[in-house]
C-alpha cells in the first residue's frame, strides 16, 4: 500500500511568494494531520481534521497560513506570503485508529 | 495541561550497549502514550505504543512500561545496533480515541560501530 504522499519534497523560494504544499493521505484514514518540524521549535501540530473538516487550527501560526482538505483524498497547506521563518520541514500524517499516525516523508521549505 | 517531558540529547552509545530514554508526562485526563522513531530524512514511525497503566509496549527489541504511578514511559533497549541511530520521540493522546498527540522534542541517538 502506498503510505502518505506529500509534494514537493524540497521548495526553495524567495520572501512574499506563495508556497502550497499538497498532502495525499492514506486511503480510508479518516484523519489527517499537518505538523511543522524546526530545530528550534521541534514538532508543532499547525492543524487536524477528522472527515475531511478542519478540528483544531490553534497551531496555525497566522493568517498567512492556511489548510483546505476539499475531499478525503487530498489536502494543502498554504504560506501567503511566506517569509525567511518560516523554513523547516512540513509533514503531512494521516491515520484510522487513535494515536497511530502515518506520516509522510515531508517537505523540506526554504524561504530566502 | 497535557505535555511530555524527554531527557535531553544528544545520546552517543556504543554497538550492544544497553538504552534508555528517559520520558515524563502530565495529562489532564488518563492517556495513551507512544513512542515514535525518525530515521535521518524520513518522517515519523510509529514504535510502540501502550494504553492503560502497566501495559508494556515492544517492538523490534525496544520496551517500554506505562508507569501511572511515575507518570513514566521510559524507552529501552538491551543491545543497541548502528540502525538504531535515529530521533525518538515520546507522545501522548490524552483521552481514549483522541487522535491528535502531544509530542516531546525529540532524543537525537548516535549508535558507534
Known amino acids: 500500500d502506498a503510505g502518505v504522499i506529500q509534494s514537493p519534497r524540497h521548495e526553495v523560494t524567495e520572501m512574499g511568494q506563495e508556497v502550497t504544499l499538497r498532502c495525499k493521505p492514506i486511503?480510508?484514514?479518516?484523519?489527517l494531520f499537518w505538523y511543522r518540524q524546526t530545530m528550534m521549535r521541534g514538532l508543532e501540530l499547525l492543524i487536524y481534521f477528522n472527515n475531511n473538516v478542519p478540528i483544531d487550527d490553534s497551531g496555525m501560526p497566522e493568517d498567512r497560513f492556511s489548510a483546505k482538505m476539499p475531499n478525503a483524498s487530498f489536502s494543502t497547506l498554504k504560506i501567503q506570503p511566506s517569509e525567511p521563518r518560516d523554513s523547516a520541514v512540513y509533514f503531512c500524517a494521516s491515520t484510522l485508529v487513535a494515536g497511530e499516525l502515518f506520516f509522510g516523508e515531508g517537505s523540506r521549505l526554504t524561504v530566502l | 495541561g497535557n505535555s511530555v517531558t524527554q531527557m535531553e540529547g544528544p545520546v552517543t552509545l556504543s554497538e550492544e550497549a544497553f538504552l534508555t530514554i528517559n520520558c515524563t508526562y502530565t495529562?489532564?485526563?488518563?492517556?495513551?502514550l507512544f513512542w515514535y522513531v525518525q530515521y535521518p530524512g524520513e518522517g515519523l514511525q510509529l514504535l510502540l505504543k501502550?494504553?492503560?497503566?502497566?501495559d508494556k509496549g515492544s517492538n523490534k527489541g525496544f520496551e517500554a512500561t506505562y508507569r501511572k504511578e511515575t507518570t513514566s514511559f521510559h524507552l529501552e533497549k538491551g543491545s543497541v545496533q548502528v540502525s538504531d541511530s535515529a530521533v525518538y520521540f515520546c507522545?501522548?493522546?490524552?483521552?481514549?480515541?483522541?487522535?491528535?498527540?502531544?509530542f516531546g522534542t525529540g532524543t537525537r541517538l548516535t549508535v558507534i560501530p
Open positions: 486511503s480510508g484514514h479518516n484523519s
Open positions: 501502550a494504553t492503560k497503566a502497566d
Open positions: 495529562a489532564t485526563g488518563y492517556p495513551s
Open positions: 507522545a501522548l493522546s490524552d483521552r481514549p480515541g483522541a487522535n491528535n498527540l502531544f
